[in-house]
């Protein structure tokens, strides 16, 4: 079954760069699959943060502006975040998702990002 | 943006009740619509997704209602392990909101 594993930096300084990586482990990131980022805010709820298609198409939350992009690795069966110009305001749980025709059904157990 | 409205923002109630929680979005979103549950530390697991469908391995006491802008999670009868938190999420046109939550405490 597919598993997604995320990793990356758990402390970030303001204004700068904050990466992540999902890996996929169990299937295929070449599947018609969209992969998808979701962050939660301590004690808040849960907030879309945009998606990678395999064909490379992304979709992003317009409240992220133009600090974001995702992108994918299909040798190393992975995508990535990458969010600029980070705030206090981005420190979050952030969880890597695969969206199937029955939604977000399988999801990492989150990373969690400082910005201090 | 579509902005999706759950109520209530808490609850409690007790092992065996039957609680509903409903998700109203802010236009038609036909059945596009996705529930979660949430645990302390742990990441959502999808439970309902185009408004009535059950994930594979999720009980038949949930059940999810509803069409167009208002929807329903009902959990029919309250085992200990469903003291959570609840989220909807429209998945119609993006960016793909969640609603703000619904906690479920243990009365």
């Known amino acids: 079954q597919v598993q997604l594993q995320e990793s990356g930096p758990g402390l970030v300084k303001p204004s700068g760069t904050l990466s992540l990586t999902c890996v996929v482990s169990g299937g295929s990131i070449s599947s018609n699959n969209w992969w998808t980022w979701v962050r939660q805010p301590p004690g808040k709820g849960l907030e879309w943060v945009g998606e990678?298609?395999?064909?490379?198409?992304?979709n992003y939350n317009p409240s992220l502006k133009n600090r974001l992009t995702i992108s994918m690795d299909k040798s190393k069966n992975q995508f990535s975040l990458k969010l600029t110009s980070v705030a206090a305001a981005d420190t979050a749980v952030y969880y890597c998702t695969r969206v199937e025709q029955s939604g977000m059904d399988v999801w990492g157990q989150g990373t969690t990002v400082t910005v201090s | 943006d579509i902005q999706m409205t759950q109520s209530p923002s808490s609850l409690s109630a007790s092992v065996g009740d039957r609680v509903t929680i409903t998700c109203r979005a802010s236009?038609?979103?036909?059945?596009?619509l996705n529930w979660f549950q949430q645990k302390p530390g742990k990441a959502p697991k999808s439970l309902i997704y185009a408004a009535s469908i059950l994930q594979s391995g999720v009980p038949p006491r949930f059940s999810g209602g509803g069409s167009g802008a208002d929807f329903t999670l009902t959990i029919s009868s309250l085992h200990p392990e469903d003291f959570a938190t609840y989220y909807c999420?429209?998945?119609?046109?993006?960016?793909?909101?969640f609603g703000q939550g619904t906690k479920l405490e243990i009365k």
């Open positions: 999420q429209q998945s119609y046109s993006t960016p793909y909101t």
């Open positions: 236009r038609s979103i036909s059945n596009y």
């Open positions: 990678v298609f395999q064909s490379g198409s992304t």
